[in-house]
């Protein structure tokens, strides 16, 4: 039997880590829904912190276990991080709440050339013709499916502008912290868990109150709530360990464009569910757009000079006597 190849290993640990992803948000999909639609838990804020709490225990545990060894991440970074990322949560919340359905899935969509945009101007990523067209594809695609009513106030849009760009920034972030401070997806998570879980805790009652008109305190908490809640808090520390391995693996545009497959599977999990009312000629359609448009994006952008950072080289002189340099101080450490 042939020994499988270091490239083999990679194409299935990045399968597997998109499995995980969508595995995991679609099933904490499923279950927020459960419980805010039936079991009328509306405190989505709140509830996001308990997550956050919970993946916190889970890296306290690891680190007892020796699975995540001790790093360090600046104060100032893990501050900008925690403020892009709560912001991003609150955000995507009052967007919700301020907008239209439709105008709350422009918004979404929105942020994958925000992504884009971020990625060419602080990575210098340079996406070539193919493979933009194909993340016009996707957008098309998911546009159709998800797109229905659109309206717009001048509150709800700034809430929207504000959810974009600091969900962008704060999955730019996670990529670009593990990059520059070597952190695994486990030891990031150490660093801004218990930060986010803290703040959404004392922030979310009072956010949640302000959305719902609702105290969650006065919650009428029984058995099966309280299961499903922890359910929730749980699926979450997947949900959240997934989202981290995958942007580190890869990057937050593609993240962005392959993560609309759980968009994709949600519409479809609905029709069974819920019958044919969720599933329809042109949602039909859009999937079909859209899946295509991510197996073009998923060939275009691991082709050469399909994504790739641009390298400014220097003069063929300075060159030589950079490498003469360097060459000086390898024989003067080996000295």
Known sequence: ??????ADKKTAADAGAWMFNVVTSVGIIIVNKALMAT?????????????FAFTTLMTIVLRCLGYIQPSHLPFTELLRFVFFANFSIVGMNVSLMWNSVGFYQIAKLSMIPVSCLLEMVL?????????????????VGVGVCTVTDVSVNSKGFLAAFVAVWSTSLQQYYVHYLQRKYSLSSFN???HTA??????????????????TEK?????????????FITLSCTIAIGTNLSQFICIGRFTAVSFQVLGHMKTILVLVMGFFF???EGLNLHVVIGMVIAVLGMIWYGNASSKPGGKE?????????????????SDSDDNEDKA
Do not use: C, E
């Open 274 to 276: 819920f019958g044919r």
């Open 123 to 139: 990575d210098k990523i340079r996406y070539s013709r193919h493979t933009k067209l194909s993340i016009g594809l996707v957008l």
């Open 39 to 51: 079991y009328g838990y509306s405190f989505a804020t709140t509830l996001t912190g308990l997550h």
């Open 188 to 190: 990031l998570l150490g």
């Open 194 to 211: 218990p930060a986010q879980a803290a703040t959404l805790l004392v922030v979310g009652p009072f956010l949640d109150y302000w959305l």
């Open 1 to 6: 039997m042939a020994p499988v190849s270091k």
């Open 309 to 325: 950072r641009r390298s400014y080289s220097l003069p063929t002189t300075r060159q030589q006597k950079l490498g003469a340099a």
């Open 215 to 227: 105290r969650v305190d006065m919650y009428d908490y029984n058995l099966v709530s309280v299961l």
